[in-house]
């Protein structure tokens, strides 16, 4: 017998949000497929998501900037 976690539909529901945002899907999209009442109520509920993004985006900035020879 093969042994899966238990997973809730919302954990579903999360992981499709999480990888749509970091596909770069737009958050009007996302919340309209997840049948949210807001894009606001989407941004705040995976705010995570865009702060971990955010940070990647300035380390990489840093590091193109830092490898630019003036």
Do not use: C
């Not at 949000?17 to 049948?35: H, L, P, R, W, Y």
């Not at 995570?48 to 900035?61: G, I, L, Y």
Request: proline content about 1%; hydrophobic content about 35%; aromatic content about 10%.
């Amino acid at each position: 017998m093969i042994e899966l976690p238990k997973l809730r539909f919302h954990d579903l529901r999360h992981t499709y949000a999480v990888a749509s945002i970091q596909a770069g899907d737009d958050f009007k999209t996302i919340s309209e497929n997840m049948g949210h009442h807001s894009v606001a109520f989407t941004m705040d509920t995976y705010a995570h998501v865009t702060d971990a993004m955010r940070k990647k985006s300035s380390q990489n900035m840093e590091r193109f900037y830092n490898g630019l020879s003036v």
